[in-house]
Nanobody, 123 residues
Framework: QALLTESGGGLVQSGGSLSLSCTAS????????MAWFRQAPGKDREFVGS????????YADFAKGRFTLSRDNTRSDMWYLQMNNLRPEDTADYYC????????????????WGSGTQVTVSS
């Protein structure tokens, strides 16, 4: 059983929206930071954004104003990535990540990773 499971990827037209979800296994306890990363074909994995248990959120420049991370209000084991105004360059595999402390953005480091969900944005 995967420790983190993403869902919600798919194909969308440029300018459209997608919402990704991440669910943590019950085997993971004490998550402090929940994050999303992405990896486009032929490129390195890059940080998208994170939200910590104290509510502090951080975004990559390309995500500011278009992407929103949020935690589930009733479940501590779920978080989301709402992506609006998507562009073809947002096409990538998106990975959720979690850590009992802070995640590292570059190079990407986190205690737990999902297996990824594919997002394709057509022009």
């Amino acid at each position: 059983q995967a420790l983190l499971t993403e869902s919600g990827g798919g194909l969308v037209q440029s300018g459209g929206s997608l919402s990704l979800s991440c669910t943590a296994s019950a085997r993971i306890v004490n998550i402090y930071t929940m994050a999303w990363f992405r990896q486009a074909p032929g490129k390195d994995r890059e940080f998208v954004g994170s939200v910590s248990r104290n509510g502090r959120s951080v975004y990559a420049d390309f995500a500011k104003g278009r992407f929103t991370l949020s935690r589930d209000n009733t479940r501590s084991d779920m978080w989301y990535l709402q992506m609006n105004n998507l562009r073809p360059e947002d096409t990538a595999d998106y990975y959720c990540a979690a850590d009992p402390g802070d995640v590292r953005r570059n190079p990407p480091q986190a205690a737990y990773w999902g297996s990824g969900t594919q997002v394709t944005v057509s022009s």
